[in-house]
Nanobody, 117 residues
Framework: QVQLVESGGGLVQPGGSLRLSCAAS????????MGWYRQAPGKERELVAA???????NYVDSVKGRFTISRDGAKNTVYLQMNSLNPEDTAVYYC???????????WGQGTQVTVSS
């Protein structure tokens, strides 16, 4: 069973930065894609950023230029660097990992990010 453990959430003022980490219990290059989703109260969960095993990345339009997804294979960890945060970024952020061949889809427990003055 794959485990994903997020960390790095917290309370930050508008304009501030946070870096989220997602530590996987297996080699991250075995996943076809890893990503960060978020869910704000009363809203659907949305994909924020993703990175494929080949290194391609994609972002939701609202975070382009502010957020960066990256990975460290030696640490089996994926990161989400979040800059210029605004209150609309407030949500629970979830790490996700997918393996296409068997439709496997794994989730972390989530980490709260609150942007407020």
């Amino acid at each position: 069973q794959v485990q994903l453990v997020e960390s790095g959430g917290g309370l930050v003022q508008p304009g501030g930065s946070l870096r989220l980490s997602c530590a996987a219990s297996r080699r991250i290059f075995l996943f076809d894609r890893m990503g960060w989703y978020r869910q704000a109260p009363g809203k659907e969960r949305e994909l924020v950023a993703a990175i494929t095993s080949g290194g391609s990345t994609n972002y939701v339009d609202s975070v382009k230029g502010r957020f960066t997804i990256s990975r460290d294979g030696a640490k089996n960890t994926v990161y989400l660097q979040m800059n210029s945060l605004n209150p609309e970024d407030t949500a629970v952020y979830y790490c996700n990992a997918q393996i296409s061949i068997n439709l496997a889809n794994y989730w972390g427990q989530g980490t709260q990010v609150t942007v407020s003055s």
